[in-house]
């Protein structure tokens, strides 16, 4: 742990990472002064501005380095400070907190919900997450209470004018650092540009590396997405007319693939949670099926090799390996017969949609299920309810892309 502390210290020490937090500070500085002069900030809500320019302004920093578009940097950046910092800018600046206690509940609340993050996103996390989520309910009600306390019996003695500086402040110190996040987001892309063209068997010149910099501003999906292949083709043009021919295709093919994932991204997101299908006949709740697909055609490849070196199909591996493979909230089941000549399994996604699949004697690829519900089971008939793989009409699921990619947003 101390090692990896260590690391993360040396690597935040580097030249480029501390000049762009002088930058943001500096940037912090005059957008505060600005404010000063219109007469919205003053100096009674220094310590408030501190940590707005520590736990919002630096958290800028990780979110224009991934961002792929302008709209998400305000989606991700501006929207939350706006919609939610106000309320609790105005909660936490009705009760005066030391300095220790403020930088403390605000650390807390910063590390518990990474630990909740986190947890939503690892298979065995489940409880860190709700734990997580139970201690930030606790800080945000005690934080309400005691706020509510203040407001009621400090109504007349409370400096309104300061609590209204302070709100004022979470709206405007995000929107005007936009300009900041944004300019670092473009220096991310081309700074990942440069090592992929580097990375490339071709050698390009500082002309038309530029020419390349300038026909691909100014959408940010457009510089993430190219890579070691595209800076490779585009070494190879033998003229200007040919570079920017090249880099007009593949805008074409970025805005096409675009488009595609993000309907995709929309269709899944309006049907989570929600069981049935749409008037498409697609199950409405995309949620982990195409994870489902992956982890179950891992456990059938095991269990044809247990085949080809044992002719017989493993139990305790099958129950082992369906289990870890299953993804989180989803459900699982899975029969070998007593001969181990035949195997099934089967996912489940936590709106009942189901995937399966099993074999017998060795049979490869298996046969696949797919449906509303797990499929019934018994020795008499444990693949009954499996068709073949190929069967593309019973089958329209499987042969369905789940997969979702948001870097397009």
């Not at 998400?72 to 939350?80: A, G, K």
């Not at 300009?179 to 010149?205: D, T």
């Not at 488009?259 to 049935?276: C, I, Y």
């Not at 995309?286 to 179950?296: G, S």
Request: aromatic letters at 12%; glycine letters at 6%.
């Amino acid at each position: 742990m101390l090692a990896g502390i260590h690391d993360v210290i040396v690597a935040a020490s580097t030249p480029k990472i501390i000049v762009t937090a002088l930058l943001l500070v500096a940037c912090s500085f005059i957008i505060f002064l600005i404010a000063s002069r219109v007469g919205i900030w003053s100096s009674d809500i220094l310590l408030d501005t501190l940590l707005e320019v520590v736990f919002v302004g630096f958290s800028s920093l990780f979110i224009a380095v991934k961002a792929h578009s302008i709209t998400s940097i305000f989606r991700q950046f501006v929207l939350p400070e706006v919609s939610i910092g106000a309320a609790v800018a105005f909660y936490i600046g009705i009760e005066s907190f030391s300095l220790p206690v403020e930088i403390i509940l605000q650390l807390s609340i910063l590390v518990f919900t990474c630990f909740q993050i986190m947890g939503k996103h690892q298979s065995d996390g489940e409880s860190v997450a709700k734990l997580s989520g139970c201690i930030l309910a606790i800080i945000g009600l005690v934080i309400f209470v005691t706020a509510s306390i203040e407001l009621i019996s400090e109504w007349g003695g409370i400096d309104w004018l300061t609590e209204l500086e302070g709100i004022a402040m979470s709206v405007y110190y995000p929107i005007l650092m936009m300009p900041f996040a944004v300019a670092l987001g473009y220096y991310a892309a081309y700074e990942m540009l440069g090592i992929r063209i580097k990375m490339s068997s071709r050698r390009i010149n500082i002309v038309s590396k530029a020419h390349l910099y300038l026909l691909l501003f100014p959408l940010l999906v457009n510089i993430k997405h190219f890579g070691y292949l595209e800076a490779t083709n585009y070494a190879e043009c033998l003229s200007w007319k040919e570079q920017a021919d090249f880099i007009k295709d593949y805008k074409k093919r970025i805005k096409e693939s675009a488009a595609k994932e993000n309907a995709k991204l929309t269709r899944m997101e309006s049907g989570l949670g929600k069981a049935g299908f749409d008037e498409d006949g697609i199950w409405r709740d995309w949620e982990n099926l195409e994870k489902i697909k992956t982890n179950l055609w891992s456990i059938a490849s095991i269990q044809n090799r247990n085949w080809q070196e044992r002719h017989s199909y493993s139990v305790n591996m099958q129950k082992d390996f369906v289990e870890a493979f299953t993804p989180h909230e989803c459900t699982s089941g899975s029969y070998v017969s007593d001969d181990r000549e035949s195997y099934a399994c089967w996912m489940s996604n936590r709106t009942g949609f189901t995937f399966g699949m099993g074999a017998s004697n060795g049979d490869f690829p298996p046969m696949k299920y797919e449906g509303t519900a797990p499929p019934s089971m018994d020795q008499c008939s444990i693949l009954s309810y499996f068709v073949d793989g190929n069967d593309e009409a019973r089958l329209p699921h499987w042969f369905k892309d789940f997969h979702t990619d948001d870097s397009y947003r």
